[in-house]
Nanobody, 117 residues
Framework: QVQLVESGGGLVQPGGSLRLSCAASGSIFSLYDMAWYRQAPGKERELVATITSGGRTDYADSAKGRFTISRDNNKNTVHLQMNALKGEDTAVYYC???????????WGQGTQVTVSS
């Protein structure tokens, strides 16, 4: 089992940047596929970005060109660099760790991102 703890959320003005971090416990972090999801008030949780254990990345259309997902297996951490933030990026951002071959999925507790002037 892995425990995930997100950090780095906060209040930022439109056009600003934030860097989210997700710290994972456990010794096999490098084997996990990782992802960032977000959930805005009254909306369903949606996928933002993914990074596989091999480092391949993918992004939702809303994140392409503005967000960058990365991982540091030495520090058991995955990051989401968010630039050019918009009001519609306001949401609780969640980290997900997955071992698809074993049907294992673990969520963090979430971190609030608010984009407002």
């Amino acid at each position: 089992q892995v425990q995930l703890v997100e950090s780095g959320g906060g209040l930022v003005q439109p056009g600003g940047s934030l860097r989210l971090s997700c710290a994972a416990s456990g010794s096999i972090f490098s084997l996990y596929d990782m992802a960032w999801y977000r959930q805005a008030p009254g909306k369903e949780r949606e996928l933002v970005a993914t990074i596989t254990s091999g480092g391949r990345t993918d992004y939702a259309d809303s994140a392409k060109g503005r967000f960058t997902i990365s991982r540091d297996n030495n520090k058991n951490t995955v990051h989401l660099q968010m630039n050019a933030l918009k009001g519609e990026d306001t949401a609780v951002y969640y980290c997900l760790g997955s071992l698809p071959a074993f049907g294992k999925h673990y969520w963090g507790q979430g971190t609030q991102v608010t984009v407002s002037s």
